[in-house]
């Protein structure tokens, strides 16, 4: 039977899940609201990461099952990888329940970097250009003998 849907009538569409009804105007015609549900979140210091996802992630994996897969991404800072994966997961579990058939799959990630965080990452590359020249003054004078 699956999730609730706004049908018009006599009509096999849009077939439209009441949460993602933003922005669609057939869906407004037979009273749904186009109008988003929006909520004010304030960063916080511990906060690393935002996750903005459609309910074709949501559907399958948990918060907590998100957070599991994107955290060896966010120590990479490989925030592409994380959605890619995410993604990947969310699809291979709408094909092992649903007979095939794949809801929209949407999702970003954004890595919330704090200020002594990109202090930290500054001095790292710092130190990495200062060795790559100490590497090349080392090279001149091998060169050089």
């Not at 105007?25 to 979140?41: D, L, N, W």
Request: net charge negative; aromatic share 8%.
């Amino acid at each position: 039977m699956g999730p609730e849907r706004v049908w018009l009538q006599d009509h096999n569409e849009p077939g439209l899940r009441m949460t993602r009804s933003f922005g669609d105007t057939v869906a407004h015609s037979v009273g749904c609201t186009a109008v988003p549900e929006i909520v004010e979140y304030t960063i916080k210091k511990n906060d690393r990461f935002l996750v903005i996802a459609s309910d074709g992630i949501w559907e399958w994996l948990s918060n907590q099952d998100v957070g599991r897969i994107l955290y060896p991404y966010y120590l990479k800072d490989d925030a592409e990888g994380a959605a890619e994966r995410i993604i990947r997961e969310a699809h291979d579990a709408w094909l092992g329940q649903l007979d095939g058939i794949i809801d929209d799959i949407t999702c970003y990630i954004v890595f919330l970097k704090q200020e002594e965080d990109a202090q930290k990452e500054e001095k790292k590359d710092e130190e990495k250009e200062e060795e790559k020249e100490e590497e090349e003054k080392w090279n001149v004078q091998i060169r050089n003998l």
